[in-house]
């Protein structure tokens, strides 16, 4: 478990699509829970604290999952965000720019939110559709000054192992406190 959840604070988890395409999807989350102790953000958040910083950190399910019958595993930001404290910055996770969107729609206030799922449009010229059906495709934006969303490229593929103008990219995200 060490290699991957250095610090306290932990590492979470929220699924994508390819997660329902294995029609098991339960039973991934609980292993990945109960034997890898990755916190799993089923529609749920987590309250972190260091000192007298605290976070909200909250995940939403993919929108893939009500099509391929999940109807209980629908992406809800409000569920999710549901007791996390007023005063406290939120951060979404949630794997596709879609439900980024939805999130920052359904909700009062986001801080960030952190997503993936275009893999940059991987190869010319599927960037194209890739960009035009996605509200955010790659990189950081800024919706509102108080809001952002920021779209990994991943590291990997989809399908064929190919990536043409897409470049991968390993994403540290570093979260400083304004409070002292």
Request: charged share 15%.
């Amino acid at each position: 478990k060490q290699w991957y959840q250095r610090r306290v604070r932990g590492t979470f988890y929220v699924t994508g699509n390819h997660e329902y395409y294995t029609n098991d999807v339960d039973n991934w989350l609980n292993y990945l829970r109960d034997h890898l102790g990755l916190v799993t953000l089923h529609n749920q958040h987590h309250v972190v604290t260091e000192g007298n910083a605290t976070l909200c950190i909250a995940g939403i399910d993919d929108p893939q999952a009500k099509k391929m019958s999940y109807p209980d595993h629908s992406p809800d930001p409000i569920t999710a965000a549901r007791g996390c404290p007023s005063d406290t910055p939120i951060v979404m996770l949630a794997h596709q720019p879609k439900a980024a969107q939805l999130s920052i729609k359904s909700l009062p206030r986001v801080d960030l939110v952190l997503s993936g799922h275009t893999h940059g449009g991987q190869f010319f010229p599927v960037h194209i559709p890739v960009y035009l059906v996605n509200p955010f495709f790659a990189g950081l934006y800024e919706v509102t000054p108080d809001t952002h969303v920021y779209v990994s490229r991943g590291l990997r593929f989809y399908g064929a192992p190919t990536r043409l103008f897409a470049y991968p990219e390993f994403t540290s995200v570093y979260l400083h406190s304004n409070q002292k």
